[in-house]
């Protein structure tokens, strides 16, 4: 099966600092990228798109600046949660999708706590 | 706008029962329904996808109906277990080229042994 790696698993830092999430695709290539985030007891929220080569698909509500995501290779896309802030203490998960494939495989997920 | 809802959003059940999780969906125009287990701190698991053309999908003690024309989708677990407690999610994709998914609100399942 398809394998998505995330790193790190978790994650402190303080506040004013960035932090960044990287999403890889172990066994296949991933044109296409998806990050979420997910608060407590809460389902996931998708947060944007991310294409390799050109620039992500925002949700409406999701801060472009502060959430930058770059997906420079096939299998690499990085979320760098800029400036973070107590709010922006989340778990984020990245998704990806392998062609000819209908499923979706998901990476471990990120738990990010901003102090 | 599509909003996707589960019902209950918790259960508990003692081990052995046979028990049912329901997903329903706003906009019937959907590509294709998933089903997700989450283990707490974890990420997602694939259970089961049905395509919009299917009505269900089986494997092992897991069984998910979809039924487009109402919005509902089911997901049947048979002879519990404790190890399938963990939180359910349902997803639909919508139709069209997106690979977006829209996400349930999830269901914590409990199976007391």
């Known amino acids: 099966g398809a394998v998505v790696s995330q790193h790190p698993s978790w994650v402190i830092c303080k506040s004013g600092t960035s932090v960044k999430i990287e999403c890889r695709s172990l066994?296949?290539?991933?044109?296409?990228m998806f990050w979420y985030r997910q608060f407590p007891k809460q389902s996931l929220m998708l947060m944007a798109t991310?294409?390799?080569?050109?620039?992500?698909?925002?949700e409406q509500g999701v801060e472009k600046d502060k959430f930058l995501i770059n997906h420079a290779s096939l299998t690499l896309s990085t979320l760098t949660v800029t400036s973070a802030h107590p709010e922006d203490s989340s778990f984020y998960i990245c998704?990806?999708?392998?062609?000819?494939?209908?499923?979706?495989?998901f990476g471990s997920g990120t738990q990010l706590s901003v102090l | 706008k599509q909003e996707v809802t589960q019902i209950p959003a918790a259960l508990s059940v003692p081990e052995g029962e046979n028990l049912v999780l329901n997903c329903s969906f706003t906009?019937?125009?959907?590509?294709?329904l998933q089903w997700f287990r989450q283990d707490p701190g974890k990420g997602l698991t694939s259970l089961l996808l049905?395509?919009?053309?299917?009505r269900e999908q089986t494997s092992g003690r897991l069984n998910a109906s979809l039924d487009k024309s109402s919005g509902r989708s089911t997901l049947y677990i048979a002879a519990s277990q404790p190890g399938d407690s963990a939180t359910y999610l349902c997803a639909v994709r919508r139709g069209g080229a997106t690979n977006k998914l829209i996400f349930g609100t999830g269901t914590l399942l409990a199976v007391q042994p």
């Open positions: 066994d296949f290539q991933a044109t296409t």
């Open positions: 049905i395509q919009s053309s299917q």
């Open positions: 906009d019937s125009a959907i590509y294709n």
């Open positions: 998704s990806a999708r392998r062609e000819g494939i209908e499923k979706l495989f």
């Open positions: 991310s294409n390799e080569g050109s620039k992500a698909t925002y």
